[in-house]
């Protein structure tokens, strides 16, 4: 019996992927476990494994496919023994049965009373009876489904329900677009690039009232044709958007909509923390002619935004219309640069690892980061944030919050300034911090309290290692 192999979904949010490669061929046998093709999200590059073992009859996606929806067919296995050229039939809706994961049975609804069948009052009613065109009382009534959109010349249109969405929300008529997806399905790239050209917008319905008129979109204020109109044709290139570039857009206005943020900022001196490090790293055992580990300040300010907000648990929670989560431990997302955007790997429990551990596991994050490796599980969540901008230059800036997380601490430069000790005028090395939090459940004070927790860590380091 053929097997259906289906888009997965990789996170609980993803609603399309990238197929961009295969690892196997038609006519490849494969086992429980095999790797057989890559799926790129937003922000990664998942591997998908065969759940079943048998030979690939058919690859219904092709890689370098893009926009392809979750839980949509992407290839066909046969069974061990089964004709593979049979088995290939089920991914055009042919003869061939295919097997798929079981479903929840739902309880069977009582039967029926047969309706008995009124006699026609006249042959023509009769005649239509006879060749479908009017079903008969007792003929069977298939359960009313929601027809696709049809053709002008009647043909179905094949649409993702995600491009079907986006049309009707950009105005567009679907059957003046051309589809790019398998089997000439018009999906979600099919939708933007006809809002970026102006073509197949739907027709204007004719006047039913002032009412309806108010009804209708408005136009969007960054619209790319009245962006376009402000420049010279040909001074410039358009660049289409990655998935990633639109996420990072999306939830971006979604935290500065939604998020009330507030903002407190903080010296600290960084003097001793230097001389630790460096003492630290020092005393690394060597292991394979490496060192064990090689502490950054960056490691050190990810223990100690992990300590202040155990020491203030009431500021280490997450915002919802009905509770306050309160975190039972700290979870650190921290910012990493990668070519177009950035992500927020997470240092899980950050508030119970040593110094070495956390610096070993931000290197593979990060390393794994920039390669889009990453699996969802490393980089969703987290109760709070780290975004250091201090390696490049940057003396203090304010983070935008990532929810649900309720704060981020964005880290400046450290450089020496004059400040006053004992009364007189001295040199040390000091660096900007700046908490934004969501006000809707940390107010200022306790902002302040996990800053001045934060702050006594940073100036005496002595105290994370205790």
């Known amino acids: 019996m053929p097997i259906k192999i289906t888009m997965p979904a990789l996170s609980p949010t993803m609603e399309e992927g990238n197929l961009s490669k295969w690892l196997v061929k038609e006519g490849d046998s494969v086992s429980a476990g095999d790797v057989i093709a890559e799926i790129e999200t937003d922000k990664a590059t998942m591997e998908v494994e065969a759940v079943d073992e048998g030979t690939v009859a058919k690859i219904v996606v092709p890689e370098g496919t893009d926009g392809v929806a979750v839980n949509a067919l992407i290839a066909i296995l046969a069974e061990e023994g089964e004709d593979a050229a049979e088995a290939a039939k089920a991914a055009d809706?042919?003869?061939?049965?295919?097997?798929?994961?079981?479903?929840?049975?739902?309880?069977?609804?009582a039967p029926k009373k047969e309706a008995k069948a009124e006699k026609s009052s006249s042959d023509e009613t009769a005649e239509k009876v006879a060749k479908g065109g009017i079903p008969s009382s007792d003929t069977p009534v298939p359960e009313p489904k929601a027809p696709a959109a049809p053709k002008a010349d009647g043909e179905r249109i094949f649409a993702s329900p995600l491009?079907?969405?986006?049309?009707?929300?950009?105005?567009?008529?679907?059957?003046?677009?051309?589809?790019?997806?398998?089997?000439?399905?018009?999906?979600?790239r099919d939708i933007e690039k006809a809002e970026s050209e102006g073509v197949g917008k739907a027709a204007a319905k004719p006047?039913?009232?002032?009412?309806?008129?108010?009804?209708?979109?408005?136009?969007?204020?960054?619209?790319?044709?009245?962006?376009?109109?402000?420049?010279?044709e040909g001074s410039y290139e358009l660049v289409p958007h990655d998935g990633m570039r639109k996420t990072i857009?999306?939830?971006?206005?979604?935290?500065?909509q939604t998020v009330p943020h507030f903002y407190v900022t903080i010296d600290c001196e960084l003097d001793a923390l230097l001389a630790l490090r460096s003492q630290l790293n020092k005393a690394a055992p060597v292991r394979d002619d490496k060192p064990?580990?090689?502490?950054?300040?960056?490691?050190?300010?990810?223990?100690?935004?992990?300590?202040?907000?155990?020491?203030?648990p009431n500021a280490n929670v997450s915002w919802t219309e009905s509770n306050m989560v309160v975190h039972k431990h700290v979870d650190v997302g921290v910012a990493v640069?990668?070519?177009g955007g950035l992500i927020t790997p997470i240092v899980r429990r950050a508030e119970e690892k040593p110094l070495s551990v956390i610096s070993n596991e931000m290197k593979d994050l990060g390393s794994r980061a920039r390669e889009k490796k990453l699996k969802p599980a490393e980089y969703q969540g987290g109760t709070t944030a780290v975004s250091n901008m201090g390696m490049m230059g940057v003396k203090d800036f304010a983070a935008v919050i990532n929810p649900p997380h309720a704060s981020i601490l964005a880290i400046g430069a450290g450089e020496?300034?004059?400040?006053?000790?004992?009364?007189?005028?001295?040199?040390?090395t000091m660096m900007s911090v700046t908490l934004s939090t969501d006000h809707r459940c940390v107010d200022g004070a306790l902002a302040a309290e996990v800053l001045a927790a934060f702050k006594g860590y940073i100036e005496n380091p002595m105290s994370m290692l205790v």
Do not use: C, W
């Open 93 to 109: 809706g042919g003869d061939a049965p295919a097997k798929e994961a079981p479903k929840e049975e739902k309880p069977k609804e």
């Open 163 to 188: 491009a079907r969405r986006l049309a009707k929300e950009a105005g567009l008529d679907l059957t003046a677009l051309s589809g790019s997806g398998p089997h000439g399905r018009i999906v979600k």
């Open 207 to 232: 006047e039913a009232g002032r009412q309806e008129a108010a009804a209708a979109p408005l136009p969007k204020a960054t619209s790319e044709e009245a962006v376009l109109k402000l420049f010279e």
């Open 249 to 256: 857009a999306k939830r971006l206005v979604e935290s500065k």
């Open 292 to 312: 064990a580990y090689k502490l950054s300040v960056n490691d050190m300010v990810i223990k100690a935004m992990a300590l202040a907000l155990r020491d203030v």
């Open 337 to 339: 640069s990668i070519p």
């Open 416 to 428: 020496k300034r004059p400040v006053v000790k004992n009364d007189e005028l001295a040199i040390a």
